[in-house]
């Protein structure tokens, strides 16, 4: 078991194109971080340069205390789970996972030893004896983290394993790698796109974008606060609705932000400190769909009454989703699914403004 | 009247049916038919090396009735052949220069196929190229100046002179499809095998070569086929029996001036021709992937 | 980071820096130079029987008989006024233009035929439609020469049971040359067959569906939907075997030996003759390399043929 850090790391390809763009990063022993962004963020090409199958343009990787930037991948004592499981086609599950302690000359009996006891916690023993191809997607994933589980590695690399997948299994696998962490303890990077992965998984989460961190913090802190227009629309789902605004006086000496002519929102005045110095200037609202509710008679302190004209429903079963179009600006919100909606109706709704964000157009800055 | 309308339509409906079931069926038994003519004229020579090779030398020079028929079916050309030594001689130089030439050629072949598909170097696409464009160079156009070169080594009527130069037939076309079949390999499990803790040539023996196993048995079929058949090198180069492999040995052997002893001919064309027929016989699905793996890149 | 080792970047002097770059360096270069390695052997093939011989081919031409002066182009110059050497130009270019297109029609047939038949059936037919292309070719031909025998000859026979006279098969310039092309196309249709086939599999059921909702006959679809999917295989597999056609000895070589009168030699059996038999190395030679020009340009386009598949294949 080790820390990972990452310093200033920088990959840049032939053509000069940076893929990653100097990261900083530490990862601290047993934790478990998962990267998480679009495709083309960087992430993937991070997890690789830990892994030592990418080289580094700039900048150091640390595992345990050393710099591994020279280091084989054989010697940096790490195990990795690839998105499309790369199981040895012609080997049975039992050689697989043996592959790497018999390059390393174990004794049999250790190797054996190993084995049977992952097997043990991933619950394949009856499969060992099978070759790849006769096993299920599951069940290959399971072979997958097996071969990292038997080395007992400093560190365990996921990239990407649930998105081949089908969505049941992949909710399974979620948290049957959880579980798999809580027993061996192993400091894990784990490398997704599926924001719900990242979050159901993560101790903390980075989140990056265009070579760069945007943001590492718990599940729930980047949730409630994101750092950037970028984090707050892509953590949650539905995503975060955006609308441009501006910030005016309101009512009663009150700060409010003005969406379009007939929707002036006042804002909360638990936040008038830090939105005053903003007065006057075209921002952008965030508000999570889930804070843009039905209309409740009961209104709590921060809460506005706002009416839409619908556009489309959703009915999810638990929920209803309806979007609506606010200046040509697409919104959504979350509903209770006993409200009555239909197409090109007004429906009022209740937005939660103590829920609400805004931001810098120019830096995406969340203030 | 609307249940006569229904029924007539149903009627209709089925009689169409039942004429497209008739065209699809007239069309199976029409390729059927067509095949089997294909079939029988292909196979028209090999049958007849057959009948010749079951006739006494008798039987044929009195040369009545069907050529297509044999009369008097006997083995002794083959008799003949399997103790005459020089065919004994041609055999066994055929299978060594076949058994060399194939090894060399997969090991050449292989190390380069995993060298061009995975490592890339300086030069590495230029001689991927250039390596399928020697396999388009056929042997009749440099067979002479190799005579020369042959001829420079000493090793003109020496049957190791064919060990040197079939790989050339046999490596370029092998390099190719070990190149498809290798670049077919996913790049993540070269790198769990690096992760594994494998060198290249662990991750070539261990993992590459068993993966793709069809692919090496293809192109061990292919350079055996070169390697057993190639007539014009061992033409030009070898001339005393004592060297000669079959597909020269037969003729410069059983035809002597114009007494051409067909039945020995025919039958020692068949024992020749065993060995390829095997192979294929049990490895027809890999040599016809061979045969296919050519046109597209690795 | 909880241990104190780590080492804040900017601390390290510059020297450390150059140092570690160097080593990430060599660490790339070792893969490349495994990678050159691991081909040597491939590329000293090459260079040893393919390269060399071939310059060594431009040089030889250029020599006189005895090999001891230099006569530029004089060998090239002296074949091309030869009455036999264009006749095997002539014979070249029909041998391989007749065959090749016989054997793309009829593989063509073949391969439609069998693509009619359910998949289970096809193992067994293609098995049996394969076998001339297995058997070594310098070994059928031998067949088919005892074949075309004149005095005892199978064929000859069978016309005879028709009330036709004996026909001199090898015995007469242009029915040798028929000879000739039907021994290459009883050979080479095979493989056409294959390459066809496996092409006409790879075209999907869906086109041909939607070819038939618009209202497309069997012909139609042919034309606008089979050819012009099967259009790149085509061209491979034809100038590949124009190549192989083009260059081939083992045929000619047995049936006739070049003859008669030499109308049926083609540029292999013509240098194997007067380069060989009759020790005119650089006569030879030259007349080898009349074969590279038509050649060059076939590979040529196989090449950009294969590079093409390779792309759909991918897309």
């Known amino acids: 078991m080790a820390e990972v850090s990452c310093r200033k790391v920088v990959k840049e390809y032939d053509a000069g194109v940076q893929a990653v763009k100097g990261i900083d990063l530490d990862i601290s022993d047993h934790e478990f971080v998962v990267l998480v962004g679009p495709s083309g963020c960087g992430k993937s090409t991070t997890l690789r340069m830990i892994a030592g199958l990418e080289e580094v343009t700039s900048g150091e990787i640390w595992i345990d205390g050393d710099v591994v930037n020279d280091v084989p991948p054989r010697d940096r004592d790490i195990a990795m789970v690839f998105q499309n499981y790369a199981l040895y086609p012609h080997m049975s599950v039992f050689d697989n996972m043996a592959f790497g302690l018999k390059l390393r000359k174990f004794p049999k009996q250790e190797i054996s030893r190993r084995v049977d006891e992952a097997a043990r916690i991933l619950d394949i023993t009856p499969l060992l004896d099978r070759k790849p191809r006769a096993l299920s997607g599951g069940q290959r994933q399971r072979v997958a983290m097996g071969r990292a589980i038997v080395r007992n590695p400093k560190v365990f690399l996921f990239d990407e394993p649930l998105s081949n997948l089908d969505a049941k299994l992949r909710v399974q696998m979620r948290t049957e790698i959880k579980k798999v962490h809580q027993t061996v303890r192993t400091t894990t990077v784990y490398v997704t796109h599926d924001q719900i992965e990242a979050m159901t998984l993560a101790d903390r989460v980075v989140v990056m974008n265009g070579g760069n961190i945007e943001q590492v913090g718990a599940p729930q802190e980047l949730y409630h606060h994101p750092a950037t227009r970028f984090v707050a629309g892509f953590i949650g789902s539905p995503a975060m609705n955006f609308l441009p605004c501006r910030v005016q006086d309101g009512t009663n000496g009150g700060l409010a932000v003005r969406v379009t002519d007939s929707i002036t929102l006042p804002i909360p005045p638990a936040r008038m400190d830090r939105y005053g110095k903003f007065k006057d200037r075209s921002m952008i609202l965030g508000l999570r769909p889930e804070h843009l509710f039905e209309y409740h008679e009961q209104a709590k302190p921060g809460w506005t009454r706002v009416e839409l004209p619908v556009d489309v429903v959703e009915p999810m079963g638990m929920e209803t989703m309806v979007h609506f179009f606010v200046d040509g600006v697409p919104v959504c919100a979350r509903v209770d699914p006993a409200t009555h909606a239909e197409p090109n109706e007004i429906l009022p709704l209740t937005a939660d403004l103590n829920q609400m964000h805004l931001m810098e157009p120019e830096t995406g800055r969340v203030v | ?298 | 980071m909880a241990d104190g080792t780590s080492v804040p970047i900017d601390v390290i002097a510059p020297g450390q820096v150059r140092a570690r770059r160097n080593t990430m360096q060599r660490f790339a270069q070792r893969r490349s130079t495994t990678g050159f390695f691991l081909c040597l052997p491939l590329i000293l093939l090459i260079a040893a029987f393919v390269i060399y011989p071939a310059f060594y081919a431009i040089y030889l031409s250029m020599l006189n008989k005895k090999m001891t002066a230099f006569v530029g182009l004089g060998n090239f110059q002296f074949l091309l006024k030869r009455h036999t050497f264009q006749l095997v130009i002539f014979q070249s270019c029909l041998f391989a233009v007749t065959s090749v297109v016989l054997k793309a029609v009829i593989g063509f047939i073949l391969a439609h035929l069998m693509h009619n038949i359910p998949g289970k059936n096809q193992r067994i037919w293609r098995g049996l439609l394969l076998v001339p292309w297995v058997i070594p070719l310098a070994l059928s031909t031998l067949t088919w020469w005892w074949m075309f025998d004149p005095s005892y000859s199978a064929f000859n026979w069978v016309l005879n049971q028709f009330g036709i006279d004996n026909v001199p098969w090898l015995g007469v310039g242009w029915t040798a040359r028929f000879c000739t092309i039907a021994v290459n196309v009883w050979y080479g249709t095979p493989f056409f067959m294959i390459m066809y086939l496996a092409a006409l599999k790879s075209v999907p059921e869906q086109l041909y569906e939607a070819a038939a909702i618009d209202g497309a006959n069997t012909i139609q679809k042919l034309f606008f939907v089979t050819l012009p999917m099967m259009r790149n295989i085509i061209a491979i597999t034809v100038l590949f075997s124009l190549i192989v056609t083009f260059a081939d000895f083992d045929i000619v070589r047995i049936l006739t030996a070049g003859g008669p009168q030499d109308m049926t030699h083609v540029f292999a059996t013509y240098a194997f003759q007067i380069g060989i038999q009759s020790g005119d190395i650089p006569l030879g030679a030259a007349d080898s390399l009349f074969m590279f020009p038509i050649l060059a340009f076939a590979a040529f386009f196989v090449l950009r043929g294969v590079t093409r598949r390779t792309k759909e294949i991918a897309a």
């Open chain 2, 1 to 298: 009247m609307s249940t006569t309308v229904a029924e007539r339509r149903i009627a209709v409906a089925a009689q169409r049916k039942h004429s497209l079931h008739r065209s699809r069926m007239w069309a199976l038994w029409g390729s059927y038919i067509a095949l089997s003519v294909f079939v029988v004229m292909f196979l028209v020579p090999p049958f007849y090396t057959l009948m010749t090779s079951l006739k006494s030398s008798a039987e044929i020079s009195a040369q009545t009735g069907s050529p297509w028929l044999v009369r008097h079916p006997t083995l002794e050309n083959f008799w003949y052949l399997i103790t005459y030594p020089n065919f004994q001689r041609y055999y066994l130089n055929s299978i060594i220069v076949t058994i060399l030439t194939v090894a060399v050629s997969m090991v050449i072949s292989v190390l380069a196929a995993f060298s061009l598909s995975r490592m890339g170097f300086w030069g590495s696409q230029t001689l991927s190229t250039g390596v399928f464009l020697t396999y388009l160079v056929p042997p009749s156009l440099l067979f002479i100046p190799l005579f020369q070169i042959i001829g420079q080594l000493g090793l003109i009527n020496n049957f190791w002179c064919l060990v040197l130069l079939y790989p050339t037939l046999a490596v370029p076309f092998c390099t190719w499809i070990m190149i498809g079949y290798f670049s077919s390999i996913p790049k993540e499990l070269d790198e769990a095998a690096l992760i594994d803790g494998a060198g290249y040539l662990q991750m070539l023996w261990k993992i590459f070569i068993p993966v793709a196993m069809p692919g090496i048995i293809a192109a061990t079929i292919f350079a055996f086929t070169v390697s057993w058949g190639a007539f014009l090198y061992p033409l030009a180069y070898l001339y005393t029996s004592n060297q000669m492999v079959l597909t020269v040995g037969i003729i410069s052997d059983l035809i002597r001036g114009d007494v051409f002893q067909w039945g020995k001919i025919m039958a020692a064309c068949l024992l020749a021709s065993l060995p390829p027929i095997v192979i294929y016989a049990f490895l027809m699905d890999y040599y016809v992937a061979g045969l296919t793996a050519g046109a597209t890149k690795g």
